[in-house]
C-alpha cells in the first residue's frame, strides 16, 4: 500500500489499517454490476454476513473462494450432504449450519430466477429500471426497495435476505451509489 492512498478521502466506515477494506471501497462497492456469476458472489457473501461485520467476510473472502469453487452457482446448487459437511467443518469460512444450507439452497432459486428473466441481473436491476440510485450510506439500513427485493426473493424461497442484508447488498452491487460526501467517489457513476 502507497503511502499517498492514505491521503484519498474515503468512505468513514473503511478501515485504513486493512488494505483488503480500501481495495474493495476503492475498486468494488458501489459500481454498478450486471455480471451473474459476480451477483452471486456477492449475494453468497452477503447471506453470510448476516448479523456480522463485513470486515469478517471481506477477510475471509478468499477462503469462501476456494471453498465455494469458485463462487460457481452450478456447482453450489448441487452441493450434497458430503460437501455440506465439509463446508461445517471448514475453520477458514463462517461455519454456519443455517447460512451454509442457505446458500446451497439460494443457489438453486438464483438459477430459477436467472431462467425466468433471462438473467439475474434482468431481474435485480429490473426493480430500479436500470438505474443507479444515489443514495449516502449514512442515511439509513434499510428502504422500500430494499424492503420490496427482499420480499421477492423471499417469495422465491431465498433464505437470509432480510431488508439490511439486500440494502447492503444493493450497496455492494451498485444498484445503491452510498458513497458519503467525504468520499472521493461520492456520486461518481462508474458503468
Sequence with gaps: MKQED?????????????????DYHDSNWGIPEHNDGKLFELLLLENFQAGLSWECVLNKWE???????????????????????????NPGIIRNRLKINAVIENAKIFKQIQAKYGSFGTY??????????????TLRTTSPLSDTISRDLRKHGMKFVGSSIIYAYLQAIGIINGHGKECHLYHKNII
Excluded: H, M
Excluded at 484519498?8 to 483488503?20: A, G, H
Excluded at 477462503?63 to 458430503?82: H, L, M, P, Q, T
Excluded at 435485480?124 to 450510506?137: A, H, M, R
Design 63 to 89: 477462503n469462501f473462494r476456494s471453498s465455494f469453487d469458485n463462487f460457481d452457482v452450478n456447482k453450489i446448487a448441487n452441493y450434497d450432504e458430503v460437501k455440506y459437511l465439509e463446508l461445517l467443518t
Design 6 to 22: 492514505f491521503s484519498i478521502p474515503r468512505c468513514k466506515w473503511v478501515n485504513l489499517k486493512n488494505p483488503l477494506y480500501i
Design 124 to 137: 435485480i436491476w429490473g426493480f430500479t429500471d436500470n438505474q443507479v440510485i444515489f443514495e449516502e450510506y
